[in-house]
């Protein structure tokens, strides 16, 4: 575990005093961070790849450049704590725990993405994490309403409501500060300044452009959001603040080094020469890179070995999603209503769909993709299904096998039978393949070995 | 024994704020001042400020705050002052909450209530007047309700409380103080109204009337008016905007034949349209013996002056009129 001295990091406002500029680092956590924003970076470079070759659609917000930011605060946010962003939600949905697989999948459009294709890249949504929402600061209240159902449930979660610097304009963000503040709600607004609203500089769009002092009564932290530590240790004053004083606004002070969008070039509102100066001068990743190797927490080796294995992984993974489908048209009628009440639902010509419920266990629990589903992967990786179907199989004659030397007592032997699997799908499947456990989250069993389980910030432990 | 509408609501809220501890309610005045329409009147006191939580006049802003509870598993009852307000937070109401659960596949829904009075006041102009019916129920992901009398307000807000969707429950402030007759059965703690299921206020032969709201009013006057001249108008609650109870409909009108739907908001794609449209796709068709007459609001905003404002909305006579038309007689 090494010291260092942060500089120049933080701004108050309204605060007696920011967070510690000294912090620790040990070498678990900064490998841990590390490969993070590398995974979140390559993903973003898959993306964009995949969107070029027209496999992923519509709009596409990337997050390259501003990788520190989700990743220093996922790295204080426990379990019990939630997450609510706007549109540029791939690091977010990633770092919630969602997998890469699910993630890209969603952005291609095939029923093993997170939201089955139905959301596409600015709906994702996992157990804590509320989206991804397309409207620029309607995630604010939202956020705000979030963190007052954690104070109502006295859970002692927090929750954390990004918007960008453009959003921060918006009236409904006042509207909830004002609210939040007047009912302590423990929230924690914070502002992803990446310099541009779209493709308006900020002080072409704000009158002000601290904004951290924006919450005017509440207490603000401007924050060098490319600094991974730096993030960290003010995520973790803004934690505590937020658990025991209410609410409090963070202004990441970011880049972002692609277009507002896809379709954005990013080049008519600012100069290439300003999108390189950053990148070789506050590169998240390559500064945090620096720090590790000063602090000789690990050698150039390892941390190239990281970069090769995220990217060996990301391709493998982008590859196997191109062979996965669509979800079949008998969804398009699914999932509207939790519970229906439409004896049919119009399709273009006539009531001649049938609403149809996907979607077993909802009540802001995230379902996954049934393994039985994604063992369904049609074309390509062959290999893959069968072993599958194999695992399926073998596990299947073990509990045959079990069941039939547990006894003759054909009732209970069943019974045990059921309830034995200690799979995590939470029974959503009736005929759920008494597997691997391991299988039932589609994703990771799709995914090649990489990251055994997506970080999940409430791995952590208590801060 | 009678009950006004305000206490069927009323006793709605308090069934389900003491059935259900995730339950609570927020908007304008809706604790210390015991509601700006006294619909929440003794929550407050009863369940104090978790529950009954006042709110800045900031739509957009506690709409959203309502919804993101709903994400995260409570169950909030957001009151507009009036829904002319919701406008402002109508964002929320289609964006946030309507759409979530398909958007998500199913990973998050939104337990919401929205609900206040809907619909023209009395003497309250343009901006304070207009009827959103068609305004939410043209949106999938969100249930409608439109409640006439005191058992309708009662069982339809329970039901909607309970409903694991988002429910837009519009009431009318100039039925809140009207009193209705109701049993022990809808006074029971557990006394629901299916949610998109329409109810036959007065059967008849003749002609249907389907209306929903205030114009559930209209047009059982109307139809006692018909009966003076010897015609049985069959009156339909539509109760429910979305889902759209069509089969009471057309059921009715393969008795009756003919049909005039009565309804305060405006014509053009309103529910009356609906109705129409629904006619036309449908074999039911086939069982009109005269085309479908609509009485809606004119369409105009609400003037403000009392006779303007009087013949703005339909009347009696208007739909007593339109049935004969209907019908062909004089």
Redesign the interface.
Known sequence: CSTLTLKNTFKCYELEKGPPMDVELSREDALKMYTQMVEVRRIEVVCNNMYKAKHIRGFCHLYNGQEAVAVGMCAVLQKKD?V?TAYRAHAWTYLMGVSAYGLIAELVGVKTG???G??GSM?T??DNF??G???VG?Q???????????R??GDGGV?VALYGDGASNQ??VF??Y??AK??GLPCIFVCENNQYGMGTSIDRHAALTDFYMRGQYIPGLWVDGNQVLAVRSATQFAVDHARNCGPIVLEMNTYRYEGHSMSDPGTAYRSRNEVKTIRSKRDPIESFRKQILQLCLADEEELKKIDAKVRKDLQAISKKILADREVGLDELA??????N???S?RGVS??NLKHK????V??????RTPASEIKDVPIGDAAFAAAQKKASEESKARKAAAAAAKGKDGKDGKDGKDGKPPSDDKGEDKDAEPKDAKAAEPPKAAAPPKAPAPPKSGDKPKS | KQMTVRDGLNSALDDELARDDRV?LLGEEVAQYDGAYKVSRGLWKKYGD?RI?D??I?E???????????????R?ICEFMTFNFSMQAI??VI??AAK??????????VPIVFRGPNGASAGVAAQHSQCFAAWYAHC??L?VVSPYDTEDARGLLKAAIR???PVVVLENELMYGVAFPVDETVTDVDFLVP??KAKIMRPGKDITIVAHSKAVETALLSAAELAKKGIEAEVINLRSIR?LDM?TIFTSVRKTHHLITVENGWPQHGVGAEICARFM?DPAFFELDAPVWRCCGVDVPMPYAKTLELHALPREPDVTAAALKVLGKK
Request: proline letters at 7%; charged letters at 15%.
């Open positions: 939630s609510i997170c939201s089955r139905k959301g709906h949504y996992g509320y989206g929402n397309g409207i309607a604010v209240p939202l956020g705000a309403g979030i963190a007052l159902a954690h109502y449930k929750c009236g409904q509207e909830a004002n609210m007047l009912w699914a999932d509207i209503y939790s519970k009440l439409e004896p639902i006539g009531f419920n996907v979607a077993d909802c009540f802001g629990k995230s379902r | 609570f978790k939580i709110t800045p900031t957009m802003g506690f709409a959203g705050i309502a919804v993101g509870a709903a994400m995260a598993g409570l909030p964002d929320h964006n946030s979530t659960f398909y958007m998500s596949a199913g990973a998050v829904n999938p992901g249930k409903d694991p969707d949610l998109g889902p089969q796709e």
